[in-house]
């Protein structure tokens, strides 16, 4: 299967079992387009009559680039035929049993009071709760015994909003490091929060200590304190922001994301990008709402279109910033064509309910933090392990082609089939697909390639 | 005339021999949470590369 797309003045062409990507002329565009349909003798009399004697084109060099065509397609780098789909359930049945991350609900409470939290507000639909340093070092027992021979393990402090229960993300960092040398495991950690409590304390033991941070901005002011609330209803950008500064700064160079959520009140999202810049932060990652179809809150097949130009545009601002010696990096463009994931990692789909579960404050288990609350997918506790294995099962079983609307989709290798939550939500199932995140992921993708392919082509330049 | 750049890329069917250490991270551990995807991994296995 082939993707091919035109952006930024730039030909691409996808080969996408092989992972090949080609940055091509119009002929050859044109050429790939009609290889598998028409027969040589037809391809060249088209292209013929349309580009021969157009900016110095021979019908010599038309049959030569229908043999370089030709070329890709014998060396596996063109309509390559996907031979995957006997491998998608190997590396599941492989690490069965194994599990190498946590989502570390520290706190079922939150300081702040967004309205369009996908979390209620931290609560998770029940009630307020704090992990008790117990429960959070037997999840991380519970991590390290049912790691295999798992070397990473990672941890994210995750809520409701983390530092409202510090001391025990402190000292469960701590056990964690006192074991890992005994136990040969190396533990990432990652906080995520809203910022109101961050304090010089919170800083300095953030920046040593966590492998990543994710700060919750959402971009212009208005923007940020329409949704991004305390109690009183007072918004808490001009709070959090030079905490968030002061935390970055500080962080020397280690990764953090500022993370904002665009809803239908922005889909116009680049410029709230174009003010996290503006405040100095250059990691960053803007996420589409999550929540329920009828909230004003929600993306509409109207913010669509614009939502797709917003992400072309976002690119092109991205070339433009390197090329001025002002890079940013963007999560969600940030694609190794050379060293990205394996095949098998590509099939496995994400890992939720496998290698990967929310531990909710009283230890219990969940596929992943989008599920909890959701009783019917409680896959267990801390303390006795996984106990609800059929429903495990349906986790175990999802993969790319276990997704029938993914078969014909280019992108499916570089989603694994998408996220299980966002499929249950939309259509009950999760193996089924949310076909307004696909449509976001795919132009992506389209842009995150091309930057990319931008960046090789000068650098080879 | 060259009519078509190849970029340097990981050649997926080759990685089927090699790949399926499992070390990498796992796809929504880091900053999206909501839409997860995994074209933005990195290899944990450095003789992949």
């Known amino acids: 299967m082939i993707h091919q797309y035109k952006l930024a003045g730039m030909n691409i062409v996808l080969d996408v079992t092989s992972g090949a990507v080609h940055v091509v002329d119009d002929v050859a565009y044109d050429i790939i387009a009609l290889f598998t349909e028409k027969s040589e003798a037809e391809i060249l ?46 590396l599941k049945k492989k690490t069965a049993g194994v599990i190498k991350a946590l989502c570390l609900h520290v706190a079922h409470s939150c300081n702040l009071n967004c309205s369009y939290c996908f979390a209620s507000q931290g609560k998770y639909h029940g009630e307020r709760a704090l992990m008790s340093f117990e429960v959070g070092k037997r999840a991380l027992d519970f991590l390290v015994e049912n790691s295999g021979s798992r ?45 109101m409590l961050i304090d010089d304390e919170v800083i300095d033991f953030a920046n040593r200590e966590m492998s990543n941070v994710v700060l919750s901005l959402d971009g212009r002011r208005e923007v940020h304190d329409r949704f991004r609330v305390d109690y009183s209803g007072k ?44 405040l100095g932060f250059t990691e960053l990652s803007m996420e589409p709402v999550v929540c329920d179809p009828a909230s004003p809150s929600a993306l509409t097949a109207e913010d669509l279109p614009i939502v797709l130009e917003q992400y072309e545009k976002l690119a092109e601002l991205m070339l433009k910033r390197k090329a001025e010696g002002r890079p940013f990096t963007f999560y969600h463009y940030m694609i190794d064509l050379s060293g990205g994931p394996c095949i098998y990692k590509r099939i496995s789909g994400c890992g939720s309910g496998t290698e990967y579960m929310a531990v909710t404050p009283s230890g219990d288990l969940y596929p992943c933090h989008q599920f909890v609350g959701e009783e019917e997918f409680c896959l267990g506790n801390v303390f006795d392990g996984v106990k609800n294995f059929e429903k495990q099962a349906e986790f175990m079983a999802c993969n790319v082609y276990a997704r029938k609307d993914c078969e014909d989709c280019w992108a499916k290798l570089y989603c694994s089939g998408g996220c299980a939550a966002n499929a249950y939500h939309a259509t009950g199932s999760v193996t089924g697909v949310y076909k307004y995140g696909c449509e976001l992921f795919k132009k992506r993708m389209e842009c995150a390639i091309m930057v990319a392919a931008q960046d090789m082509m000068e650098e080879d330049a | 005339m060259k009519h078509i750049k190849t970029l340097k ?41």
């Open chain 1, 235 to 278: 918004g808490s950008y001009d709070r959090i922001v030079p905490k968030f500064q002061k935390l970055v700064e500080a962080r020397g160079g280690k990764n953090y994301y500022m993370r904002g959520t665009f809803t239908h009140y922005n889909p116009d999202f680049l410029k709230d990008i174009e003010q996290m810049l503006d």
């Open chain 1, 151 to 195: 070397h990473n393990l990672e941890v994210d402090f995750f809520g409701g909003e983390p530092l409202m229960n510090w001391d025990v993300v402190k000292r469960l960092v701590a056990y964690a490091r006192e074991i890992e040398k005994e136990k040969n495991k190396n533990f990432r950690f990652t906080l995520t929060t809203n910022g």
């Open chain 2, 9 to 49: 890329t990981r050649n997926l069917c080759a990685s089927a021999k090699n790949g399926g250490c499992g070390e990498c991270q796992t796809s929504c551990q880091s900053a999206c949470k909501t839409s997860c995807g995994i074209a933005n991994q990195q290899c944990e296995k450095k003789e992949s590369k």
């Open chain 1, 45 to 90: 009399t088209l292209m013929n009559e349309k580009y021969e004697g157009k900016d110095g084109i021979t019908a010599a060099d038309i049959k030569d680039c229908y043999a370089q065509v030709s070329e890709l397609r014998e060396s596996g780098q063109l309509f390559t035929e996907d031979t995957f789909r006997p491998m998608a359930g190997e």
